[in-house]
């Protein structure tokens, strides 16, 4: 089953499926019905209605791609081609919602090793056909839409293995196609975890994981996706990249970071090693409130910087408090603060890090806070199929500064969206993803969603990017760039950088074809 439902046609445009589905609390509905002016939006474009375009590619080019992965996994049938023609990003599900997908590709392919995916490059390089690569379908910022219209989606779902262990050093090799909930199951039957836990975890995958430099919800003590990376496998137009080779090196630049957040316009990742953790014995959650979003920041960066550092460190601010005791009944007020510990022996530290946290002003407000917390820590992509659903606009936007700067990126970031949005819209934050010097911020909108849904989100969103761009803060901290960022990250790194990315995708993809129009400028 793929990331869009389908083993459930009713999971169509919208995250997971229909089964899984969320329903907006009471108390939440009636404060957006306060706050919004919503009505109920048309009902969805069944998928079976939906327009896609006949396969376009000649017989040469198909016979090549089949003779490479076999007959059945080359795929031109309309529904497939349909769930791989963009990602999970608000706009995309309601262009799907309303059955205008973007331009699909012209076949889906499953290859099933790096050797077939070195081989189907080959093929669409020679042929001039352009290459998407596909993990879980969970892009928000336009990573799986090219502007390519002639393209073959390469899906990794076949390379699915954990290839090797290595308890000595604690690391293991895991394919790209690999989900992160299979990838955990294999681990722990070898006594191991990743501890990389993003949002998008149910349909996420390793090399999707890679590709745009993830940070999960626990990056606070495992770190991001990209500090576990010790070695990469990398197809491309020109051959087999391999990077990696030891625990540290000083043989000339770390290589791995070109493709670490190169979203598949270098090459296609086929596998990766990780830095593997035991499994921890016990975890505590927490939750602590305090009186303002400031105070809060001041204790998060105490932790941070000067530990003890909690494995998962999440401040809300005022209005995401606010929200969400309204989903949960609760009314506590101030901003609220989930702290997790995982570990062999996680009392210590949680005694510790309590004293910083009381030391700065913070209250304890139980376990059952954190616990409520670890509990729906992925209702989120389903919370906002209900949003959609009642009417409302729902989408996302993160970035990061220095810890001095983050108080006005918050404040003009935030202003600059409600600038944007004037008939009103609910602005929330949270920093997630902590560091010695800095952390990320993300930020969550809700509003009406007006005539033209897409365009209103449009506007806001380069307000945000604007503003972020103004404060000195980064374009992304884990979504990527995909298409939606290009334009700011080619300002944020600027035309030296810009014109180095570009000779190397020119390098290592001659003819072009991986992945057109995504983050390279």
């Not at 009636?30 to 376009?56: G, I, N, S």
């Not at 090799?173 to 998008?200: D, I, K, M, N």
């Not at 959650?285 to 303002?292: I, P, V």
Request: hydrophobic share 45%; with cysteine; charged share 20%.
């Amino acid at each position: 089953m793929d990331v869009r439902g389908e083993a459930s046609p009713a999971g169509w445009a919208r995250w997971g499926t229909a089964t899984n589905a969320k329903v907006l609390p009471d108390s939440a509905a009636k404060l957006l019905a306060q706050v919004l002016d919503l009505t109920p939006p048309p009902p969805v474009v069944p998928l079976a209605e939906v327009a896609v375009p006949e396969c376009e590619l000649d017989g040469a080019v198909l016979a090549a791609l089949r003779q490479v992965v076999g007959d059945g996994h080359v795929v031109t049938a309309a529904e497939a081609r349909a769930r791989h023609a963009s990602g999970m990003s608000t706009p995309d599900l309601l262009r799907d919602r309303r059955g205008h997908v973007r331009p699909a590709p012209q076949a889906v392919v499953r290859p099933a090793d790096h050797t077939e995916v070195v081989s189907v490059l080959d093929v669409c390089s020679r042929h001039g056909v352009a290459v998407v690569p596909f993990g879980g379908g969970t892009s928000v910022v336009g990573g799986l839409t090219p502007t390519a219209t002639r393209h073959v989606t390469v899906d990794l779902s076949r390379l699915d293995t954990l290839v090797a262990v290595d308890p000595v050093s604690r690391t293991a090799v895991l394919q790209a196609g690999l989900r992160a909930p299979r990838a955990a199951e294999l681990l722990a039957e070898h006594g191991f975890t990743l501890g990389h836990v993003p949002q998008s975890y149910e349909y996420a995958t390793i090399g999707g994981f890679a590709a745009t430099r993830s940070s999960g919800q626990a990056s606070a003590g495992y770190g991001r996706f990209d500090d576990m990376v010790t070695a990469l496998t990398v197809a491309t137009p020109r051959g087999t990249v391999r990077v990696g080779r030891a625990p540290a090196s000083a043989a000339g630049p770390d290589l791995r970071q070109l493709f670490l957040g190169s979203e598949g316009t270098l090459g296609v990742i086929t596998d990766v090693t990780l830095r593997v953790r035991p499994l921890p014995a016990r975890s505590h959650y927490e939750g602590w409130r305090f009186e303002s979003f400031a105070a809060g920041l001041h204790a998060v960066r105490r932790l941070a910087q000067d530990g003890p550092r909690p494995t998962v460190l999440r401040l809300s601010d005022e209005v995401e408090t606010m929200i969400g005791a309204a989903g949960s009944g609760r009314s506590d007020g101030g901003c609220l603060l989930v702290a997790g510990y995982e570990g062999a022996d996680v009392q210590p530290t949680v005694e510790a890090a309590a004293g910083v946290l009381a030391a700065h002003g913070g209250t304890p407000v139980g376990a059952e806070a954190g616990r409520h917390w670890e509990r729906h820590r992925f209702d989120a992509p389903y919370l906002r199929d209900a949003l959609l659903d009642a009417g409302a606009f729902a989408e996302t936007l993160e970035t990061a500064a220095y810890w001095s700067a983050l108080p006005e990126v918050h404040a003009r970031v935030r202003q600059a969206i409600l600038d944007a949005l004037p008939d009103g819209a609910l602005v929330l934050a949270h920093v997630s993803h902590v560091y010695e010097t800095g952390a990320s911020l993300y930020f969550t909108v809700i509003c009406s969603p007006g005539p033209d849904p897409i365009g209103r989100w449009h506007t806001a969103k380069a307000a945000a990017s604007d503003a972020i761009a103004a404060a000195g803060a980064t374009i992304t901290h884990h979504h990527g760039v995909g298409a939606d960022h290009r334009a700011w990250y080619a300002a944020e790194i600027g035309d030296v950088a810009v014109d180095l990315l570009r000779a190397v995708k020119r390098h290592l993809d001659p003819a072009g074809i991986l992945n057109p129009g995504i983050l390279v400028p």
